[in-house]
C-alpha cells in the first residue's frame, strides 16, 4: 500500500517525511500518490473480470464491447464507436471475435437498411453479466465500507476526469 502523505513516521534514510516538504513537493507527492492509487485500484477493479475473459482468450476491450452493447441494445455500429472513442479499424477485430463466439448479434436497422445495430446474444448477456457483477459487488463492498459521502465524492472525481477527456 502507498504510504499516506501525511504519515507522522521519522523519515527513512535520511529522507524528509512530506510534511517537511515545500508546499508545491507536497502537492506533488499527493497527486503522485493519487495517480498510484488509481492505476492500483484499476488493476484490483479489473483482475477477475480479466481472469473470466483470458479462459475464453478474450480481454479487456471485449468487456467493454459486452458492456456498453448490454447497456444500449440496437446500439449502432457508429454509436459504438463514438461512445468508446475508438476507430473503426479498433473496433472491427474485437467485435468481430465476439460475432464469431456467438456472444453479439449484429442486425441491420429496421429504419435505415445502411445502419448495422448490435445486440448481445443469451450467451454474451451471462458473460457481460458475470463479468460487470463481479465489479458490481466490488464497489458495492467499497462504497459500504467508505460511506455515501465518499462515494459521492468518487463519482464526482470520475465526472469531472470523464468531462476533461
Not at 8 to 26: F, H, I, M, R, V
Not at 142 to 158: I, K, L, Y
Request: with cysteine; hydrophobic share 40%; proline share 5%.
Amino acid at each position: 500500500m502507498v504510504d499516506q502523505i501525511t504519515s507522522s513516521e521519522p523519515p527513512l534514510n535520511g529522507n524528509p517525511t512530506p510534511a517537511d516538504l515545500p508546499a508545491s513537493k507536497q502537492r506533488e507527492a499527493a497527486l503522485r500518490q493519487a495517480i498510484e492509487q488509481f492505476y492500483f485500484g484499476y488493476r484490483a477493479f479489473t483482475v477477475q473480470p480479466d481472469r473470466i475473459l483470458a479462459e475464453r482468450g478474450l480481454g479487456r476491450v471485449h468487456h467493454r464491447i459486452l458492456y456498453f452493447v448490454g447497456r444500449n441494445p440496437r446500439i449502432s455500429v457508429n454509436a459504438l464507436l463514438g461512445m468508446l472513442s475508438v476507430s473503426k479499424q479498433a473496433l472491427n477485430a474485437p467485435l468481430r471475435q465476439l460475432v464469431e463466439m456467438q456472444l453479439v448479434m449484429i442486425d441491420t436497422a429496421i429504419h435505415d437498411k445502411r445502419v448495422r445495430e448490435l445486440s448481445l446474444t443469451p450467451d454474451g448477456t451471462a458473460l457481460e453479466a458475470q463479468l460487470t457483477g463481479t465489479q458490481m459487488q466490488q464497489l458495492q463492498a467499497v462504497f459500504e465500507q467508505v460511506g455515501t459521502s465518499a462515494e459521492a465524492g468518487w463519482h464526482q472525481v470520475m465526472h469531472c476526469l470523464n468531462e476533461q477527456g
